[in-house]
Nanobody
Framework: QVQLVESGGGLVQAGGSLRLSCAAS????????MGWFRQAPGKEREFVVA????????YYADSVKGRFTISRDNAKNTVYLQMNSLKPEDTAVYYC??????????????????WGQGTQVTVSS
């Protein structure tokens, strides 16, 4: 069992930055590939970025590539999402998720085993 708690959301002007954190409970954090997803009002949850267990590989959605950066610190059981050059269309609830797999990562939300409660990010124009 893994519990995930996101933090760092808030209100920011377009062009600004935010850093989200996702703290995981348990001793097996490094056994999980991690992902960030987001869901805007009236829209389906969408993949943002994923990172492998070691942090050696990442994969970004085209919509955030070059603006967002995912990283993880397995010693601190935490994954981060640095968001720069934010746009109003980035407004959403952001969720982190954990996927217990031996290698790689996935964009498919249904394959993730654990989810956080989400943190709201609002970008004003």
């Amino acid at each position: 069992q893994v519990q995930l708690v996101e933090s760092g959301g808030g209100l920011v002007q377009a062009g600004g930055s935010l850093r989200l954190s996702c703290a995981a409970s348990g001793r097996t954090f490094s056994s999980y590939a991690m992902g960030w997803f987001r869901q805007a009002p009236g829209k389906e949850r969408e993949f943002v970025v994923a990172i492998t267990r070691s942090g050696g590989s990442t994969y970004y959605a085209d919509s955030v590539k070059g603006r967002f950066t995912i990283s993880r610190d397995n010693a601190k059981n935490t994954v981060y999402l640095q968001m720069n050059s934010l746009k109003p269309e980035d407004t959403a609830v952001y969720y982190c998720a954990a996927d217990r797999r031996d290698w790689g990562f996935t964009q498919r939300a249904v394959e993730y085993d654990y989810w956080g409660q989400g943190t709201q990010v609002t970008v004003s124009s």
